[in-house]
């Protein structure tokens, strides 16, 4: 996306500085941070076949150890398919485990111990084709090896999936272990599994959101962080990308950081200027006393380099309002869905005299984020030579939403009225 001359921010190599404290450096919703799953969609097995009954990968989950009788199944959609009213998440694979030979499990562990007094929220889609029984079913979170939170009571219509919910508090003292996701079938029938997402919230901790994420390409961004309170935190940084999914900044050798701050101490996280340009953005859920922003920096030859402070947004808005002046700049915008499940973001622009100039929508995926023009969303053409004020109204869940204001190469940031 290009907004006079890029909207953009940020790969290659970061670094951290820590300021006058030491510092270890280091998919996010309503309810706390969003947790990485490798193929929680199920869609990286990616199957040249038809859609329907016989194109499966039979034993082969993709980032889930899967026994059979279990595979990657592309189910067809619409009239006469397996779920004729569609995946979760626009498919277009599950995973069908269980069958008439046998009860089957799929597991995928997360690779860390829960950490104490913090609240697990797993949410996955259990379905039944429209062909096919489901039985029986069960969703769990697992520690170790002891089941700490489970779901079996979900019986979806043919051809149609519910979405399941499992919680699990750890409390003072987790169990041992490793969290694990567990999915199981038996009985002899099949239950088809899509959209596996897991948010993990602790006591005390507010879920900030920096919409917007560009490096390489003319940008660099920093995100600051300070604990204004008297005691050592810890927190996790995610970067994620416009399709929802974790995104690896090459330099952190990963999508996350684990940020660990003593008492007043501050940290600063830099993604440099290096490579082509690549978007997305960040989520951190931020412990008592923490507070932050982010500066953005374009460079372009020939022009002394511009910077803007950028304020984090909350996570319970359902509507965002920003003010906009496109009577001599341009007005850029990301907006950022923050739910496990797809949704359509309303656009309503009004001008100064607050009359109705134009109207729009977003479509957006699971976790997905955009970031464009606004006078170049379909239907707010009106917005060039205008000012007035624009609502994002998210018909699911909440979203989160910035805006930039450009003058040639020099911008600054819009801040939100947020409801």
Aim: net charge negative.
């Amino acid at each position: 996306m290009r907004i006079r001359p890029t909207l953009g921010v940020l790969q290659a190599t970061a670094r951290i500085v820590i300021c006058s404290t030491a510092i270890t450096v280091l998919t996010a919703t309503a309810q706390g941070q969003g947790i990485p799953i490798v193929n929680g969609n199920f869609n990286s097995d990616l199957l040249g076949c038809a859609a329907g009954p016989l194109c499966f990968d039979f034993g082969v989950i993709p980032g889930w150890v899967a026994g059979v009788p279990a595979a990657t199944l592309k189910p067809s959609t619409g009239a006469g398919g397996e779920f004729p009213g569609g995946i979760p998440g626009g498919g277009p694979n599950v995973a069908a485990v269980g069958d008439a030979n046998g009860a089957a499990t799929i597991t995928q562990d997360l690779g860390f111990t829960p950490s104490p007094n913090t609240t697990y929220t797993l949410t996955v889609y259990v379905g039944q084709r429209a062909d096919y029984p489901l039985i029986a079913y069960a969703v769990e979170l697992v520690v170790g090896t002891t089941s700490v939170a489970s779901d079996t009571t979900l019986m979806p219509a043919a051809g149609s999936f519910a979405l399941d919910t499992v919680t699990y508090n750890s409390g003072s003292s987790p169990s041992a272990g490793n969290l694990i996701i567990r999915l199981s079938a038996s009985g002899g029938g099949q239950a088809d599994f899509a959209q596996v997402a897991l948010t993990a919230t602790s006591a005390g901790t507010v879920t900030k959101i920096l919409p917007q994420l560009a490096f390489g390409g003319g940008w660099y961004t920093a995100i600051y962080f300070t604990n204004i309170s008297g005691v050592p935190v810890s927190f996790t940084v995610n970067f994620i990308g416009n399709d929802g999914n974790p995104l690896t900044v090459s330099a952190l050798s990963g999508s996350s950081m684990a940020v660990k701050l003593a008492a007043r101490g501050t940290a600063l996280i830099e993604i440099p200027n290096v490579g082509s340009l690549v978007q997305g953005y960040v989520s951190a859920a931020l412990p008592a006393g923490v507070t932050g922003y982010g500066v953005f920096r374009q460079s372009v030859p020939g022009v002394a380099d511009q910077e803007a402070v950028v304020p984090l947004s909350g996570t319970t808005a359902t509507t965002s309002t920003l003010e906009f002046d496109d009577t001599k700049y341009v007005t850029g915008v990301a907006v950022v869905n923050l739910t496990s499940v797809s949704t359509t973001i309303s656009v309503f622009v009004r001008d100064a005299q607050g009359n109705t100039i134009g109207t729009s929508n977003i479509a957006l995926g699971p976790h997905a984020k955009t970031a464009v023009v606004l006078r170049d969303l379909p239907g707010l053409a009106g917005v060039s030579g205008s000012l007035g004020s624009v609502d994002f109204t998210t018909s699911i869940g909440t979203l989160a939403a910035l805006g930039l204001r450009f003058n040639g190469t020099a911008f600054t940031s819009i801040p939100t009225s947020d409801r």
